[in-house]
């Protein structure tokens, strides 16, 4: 089974960061991804862009709404994600407690719906 595991991240815990300490985070990023791609999981992974960048689209009585931010007012942002192959949610829990965003956020994980 699949299952995304969804980088939620608290800006004001990265905020804080040193420049030293926010590059030793982006360095175990980069290290938990290398280690699920070595250990044969992963499936997918893309950082995404800040969410001050997002432009969200909505559609209300055929009126196109475009807005400059994200989504909704929230303490934590969509960071990135993984899409890793797993045989149940308990491995793909114990993947994802190594995910440096676990300590700055959230790792949402969710099994992925199989189409076709």
Request: hydrophobic letters at 45%.
């Given at each position: 089974?699949?299952?995304m595991?969804?980088?939620?991240?608290d800006?004001?815990?990265?905020?804080?960061l040193?420049?030293?300490?926010?590059?030793a985070t982006?360095?175990?990023f980069?290290a938990?991804?290398?280690?699920?791609?070595?250990?044969?999981?992963?499936?997918a992974?893309?950082?995404?862009?800040?969410?001050d960048?997002?432009?969200?689209?909505?559609?209300?009585?055929?009126?196109?709404?475009?807005?400059d931010?994200?989504?909704?007012?929230?303490?934590?942002?969509?960071?990135?994600?993984?899409?890793?192959?797993?045989?149940?949610?308990?491995t793909a829990?114990k993947?994802?407690?190594?995910?440096?965003?676990?300590?700055?956020?959230?790792?949402?994980?969710?099994?992925?719906?199989?189409l076709?």
């Amino acid at each position: 089974m699949r299952y995304m595991l969804m980088s939620n991240i608290d800006p004001r815990l990265m905020g804080a960061l040193s420049p030293e300490e926010f590059q030793a985070t982006m360095d175990r990023f980069v290290a938990f991804t290398r280690a699920l791609a070595e250990s044969g999981v992963l499936r997918a992974a893309e950082q995404l862009q800040p969410a001050d960048t997002a432009t969200t689209v909505r559609l209300r009585d055929g009126d196109l709404l475009l807005t400059d931010g994200p989504y909704a007012e929230v303490s934590e942002y969509f960071g990135g994600f993984w899409i890793i192959e797993a045989p149940d949610l308990d491995t793909a829990l114990k993947h994802s407690q190594d995910c440096p965003a676990a300590t700055l956020g959230s790792v949402e994980v969710r099994s992925l719906v199989e189409l076709g």
